[in-house]
């Protein structure tokens, strides 16, 4: 497993914008960044975007167009660049290298299991309307 720091977060209003970074401590095939909203058991994260280490990113639906997810291979990092936020968009985002095979590294084939791959302390981000 590899170490992951966060940074970013915070609070903003509805159409602001917020940048989320992920330093690893290793190499991992595929990244991502999942959230939790408060009250959701673990096991029901969502994996909002994801970005192989040849630089394939995919999105969930509600994100598309909004969010940015990129990858520098030579530094071990991730970021998500998060424009017009809105308040269902608030909860704690996660950043986690997920141990997958090629073609699975898409936010719909990915989940959190206990125990399973390496996750971040996570941020909590705050959209106000």
């Known amino acids: 497993q590899v170490q992951l720091a966060e940074s970013g977060g915070g609070s903003v209003q509805a159409g602001g914008s917020l940048k989320l970074s992920c330093a690893a401590s290793?190499?991992?095939?595929?990244m991502a960044w999942f959230r939790q909203v408060p009250g959701m058991e673990p096991e029901e994260r969502e994996a909002?975007?994801?970005?192989?280490?040849?630089?394939?990113?995919t999105y969930m639906d509600s994100v598309k167009g909004r969010f940015t997810i990129s990858r520098d291979n030579a530094k071990n990092t991730i970021d998500l660049q998060m424009n017009d936020l809105k308040p269902d968009d608030s909860a704690m985002y996660y950043c986690?290298?997920?141990?997958?095979?090629?073609?699975?590294?898409?936010?719909?084939?990915?989940?959190?299991?206990?125990?399973?791959?390496?996750w971040g302390k996570g941020l909590l981000v705050t959209v106000s309307s």
């Open positions: 986690a290298a997920i141990e997958i095979g090629p073609g699975y590294c898409y936010p719909s084939s990915l989940a959190y299991y206990p125990g399973m791959d390496s």
């Open positions: 290793g190499y991992t095939y595929c």
């Open positions: 909002v975007a994801a970005v192989t280490d040849d630089g394939r990113r």
